[in-house]
T-cell receptor, first 110, second 116 residues
Framework: GQNIDQPTEMTATEGAIVQINCTYQ??????LFWYQQHAGEAPTFLSY????GLEEKGRFSSFLSRSKGYSYLLLKELQMKDSASYLC???????????FGQGTTLQVKP | DSGVTQTPKHLITATGQRVTLRCSPR?????VYWYQQSLDQGLQFLIQ???????AKGNILERFSAQQFPDLHSELNLSSLELGDSALYFC???????????????FGEGSRLTVL
């Protein structure tokens, strides 16, 4: 089976740093994605990790440890517009489908 | 704009009815995926088509069916609707259909279905 866990909600302050964790158990692993989704809107791609380590892209970084089944998304210099849900998704198997976690709703406060 | 088009954007119908949701993938993308997102729930994978053929199936109910046409657009048919089917239905597309190197999924804006 497949299981992806992430915290349901997080709150952080504008200008701060926040780390959103994701743990996964899957049969096979071909990569991990992070997507951002504002309420009622389409998810948009943030990052992709297939090898262990940190991938940095501007204010957003994503880390992967395959041996621990663990990833995190790091958001720096938080802005109010970063208030959204952040979805962790795993690709396994030989199709292109992604299996998503429940998502973490991040609220950024002034 | 992801390039994926979904219609209708909103749909209100009654229990027992049948609806069809339509998706046009990005130009050149061969794979289409359907996901369901209920209130405060994550994205639940329903079904994937690749170049007209069913490629993967998730927790799709027997009352639901889908197909991908030669022009690569896809339709999701929902029948005998129940209150619990109220959700956002997202379509996504990607160039590739699978293998060890996944492609990024590009999502449409979704179709919001309300069953009364």
């Amino acid at each position: 089976g497949q299981n992806i866990d992430q915290p349901t909600e997080m709150t952080a302050t504008e200008g701060a740093i926040v780390q959103i964790n994701c743990t996964y158990q899957t049969s096979g692993f071909n990569g991990l994605f992070w997507y951002q989704q504002h309420a009622g809107e389409a998810p948009t791609f943030l990052s992709y990790n297939v090898l262990d380590g940190l991938e940095e892209k501007g204010r957003f970084s994503s880390f992967l440890s395959r041996s621990k089944g663990y990833s995190y998304l790091l958001l720096k210099e938080l802005q109010m517009k970063d208030s959204a849900s952040y979805l962790c998704a795993v690709h396994s198997g030989n199709t292109g489908k992604l299996i998503f976690g429940q998502g973490t709703t991040l609220q950024v406060k002034p | 704009d992801s390039g994926v088009t979904q219609t209708p954007k909103h749909l209100i119908t009654a229990t027992g009815q049948r609806v069809t949701l339509r998706c046009s993938p990005r130009s050149g993308d061969l794979s289409v995926y359907w996901y369901q997102q209920s209130l405060d729930q994550g994205l639940q994978f329903l079904i994937q088509y690749y170049n007209g053929e069913e490629r993967a199936k998730g927790n799709i109910l027997e009352r639901f069916s889908a197909q991908q046409f030669p022009d690569l657009h896809s339709e999701l048919n929902l029948s005998s609707l129940e209150l619990g089917d109220s959700a956002l239905y997202f379509c996504a597309s990607s160039l590739k259909g699978g293998g060890a190197t996944p492609g990024e999924l590009f999502f449409g804006e979704g179709s919001r279905l309300t069953v009364l």
